[in-house]
């Protein structure tokens, strides 16, 4: 029996996972920051018992992100967070104290679609600026794993709302076209439209 009644097979497991260069317990000179050291940082490698093998190499990394994660921030933050003891408690920290919300880009973002006419812009310049918000919106929005029903009828509300978006910003010039392609049933895509006013502009352009 090994010292302190460690197992030997568990003994030379624990130095192997030290050694593997793959392993999150890794460490040398020429380590970098992040290199296989996330688990520090989002939890997934908590703090082992203190009887744990792995106990002295755990404490070694964790404050060795610690010191990547201090040394990134001003000296006046690094301060305020020397009273904790984890790599983990201080992300969480700084992702309290600095994480902002949401609500004032997605509402800058909702107030340019409101505004947004195509005016003396051609088509494909405003269909560009139009899709750009919208596609910047669609990242603010969860993402659902449904696969039912429900969510088709979702996806459909929402490209009809881009349709519909971008029909009410076109010049009265489209008009006639406007109003046809909403007697359409169903409504095309937002895609498919845009390629019919594209054809109405080229027509237009050439009979002048």
């Keep these: 029996m090994a010292k302190g009644g460690q197992d030997p ?14 392993s999150s317990f890794y460490l ?29 190499s755990w404490l070694r990394c964790n404050s060795m992100v610690i010191s990547w994660i201090l040394n990134s921030v001003n000296r006046e933050i690094a301060d305020s967070l020397l009273y904790l003891s984890t790599a983990q ?7 309290d ?12 973002i909702k107030k340019l679609l409101n505004g947004l006419q195509q005016g003396s812009m051609e088509i494909s310049t405003y269909y560009t600026r139009m899709r750009t918000l919208w596609d910047e919106l669609k990242e ?6 449904c696969q039912c029903g429900a969510m088709k009828d979702w996806v459909n509300y929402h490209n009809q709302e881009c349709s519909m978006q971008f029909l009410m ?7 006639q076209n406007r109003a046809q392609i909403l007697m359409m049933d169903p409504l095309p895509t937002i895609s498919k439209i845009f ?14």
Excluded: C, T
Excluded at 36 to 51: A, M, Y
Excluded at 89 to 95: F, G, P, V
């Design 140 to 145: 603010f929005q969860p993402i659902s794993v």
């Design 28 to 56: 040398n000179n020429a380590d970098h920051p992040a290199k296989n050291k996330l688990g520090f940082v989002d939890g997934s490698f908590s703090r082992p018992p203190i009887d744990d093998l792995l106990y002295g």
């Design 89 to 95: 408690e201080i992300w969480s920290d700084l992702r």
């Design 195 to 208: 390629s019919l006013i594209m054809q109405e502009e080229r027509q237009q352009f050439h009979s002048q």
């Design 97 to 108: 104290r600095f994480q902002q919300s949401n609500a004032p880009r997605i509402f800058q």
């Design 9 to 22: 097979s568990n003994q030379a497991a624990a130095q192997a996972s030290v050694e593997d260069s793959s």
């Design 169 to 175: 910003g076109l010049n009265e010039s489209y008009a």
